[in-house]
């Protein structure tokens, strides 16, 4: 019963995880009306998101026998933006600049994983504490970022353009720091490419990242000029 891309295990899991997330979110709107409430909210989910990444990151600290600690820290665009995403809303504050560059990274990570699997520690069964604990950290990343987008605490706009800038930037840095320090092979796909036998390098997948990001943005500005305009004429 291993984990196989579009096996019965996979749409088992989707199928709940869409069913669960989907119902949350909808009471979450229907009542959680004022302020504190959609706080607490966000935290709560925050709060999961937290516990398990850092479970996922122990499972690989712990996982060949031994006690490699340096694992600890996330080498992957998905595990640390769960990891930064998540304490971001614990102790940020509404439309910190950490949201505007993890958002759409954390989405579209999360959409790819939960469709394709194969990214993730693969075991002999879905219950592989590397695997499972992948798939929940991806399924709340989702999760955290609706929640964000549906409580309006992002502000989307052209004029945060630097937030992803400065943060693929503290991304290399730290896979860096991982390769030369801790002797990782890889980090952030600096040198590896995130599938096999294709050049999707960091160094190829960051721009292509900042250009549908791009797109996005203008997407919203023109919806939300659009929205403006007709709002003056009626």
Known sequence: MDLRVFGTVHWIYLLITLLLSGVGLFCAKKFAKSEKSQKIILKCIAGALFIWILINRLSQVFRYNQVRWEQIIPESFCGMTSLVLSLAVLFGKKDNNVYHFTWFLALIGAIITLGYPSFLNQGPTVFYLPT???????????????????????????????????????????????????????????????????????????????????????????????????????
């Not at 399924?139 to 937030?163: D, E, G, P, R």
Request: with cysteine; glycine share 6%; aromatic share 14%.
């Open 132 to 234: 499972i604990s992948g798939l929940l950290h991806h399924s709340l990343a989702l999760v955290m970022v609706i929640a964000l987008l549906m409580f309006n605490q992002i502000s989307i706009t052209y004029t945060k353009w630097y937030c992803t800038l400065f943060g693929f930037t503290a991304y290399f840095a730290i896979g860096a720091f991982q390769m030369s320090v801790f002797g990782f092979s890889d980090a952030f796909h600096i040198v590896e490419p995130m599938l096999s036998g294709t050049q999707l390098t960091a160094w190829v997948i960051a721009p292509i990242y900042i250009l549908g990001y791009s797109l996005v943005i203008l997407i919203i500005e023109l919806i939300r000029k659009n929205k403006l305009k007709n709002s003056k004429h009626s």
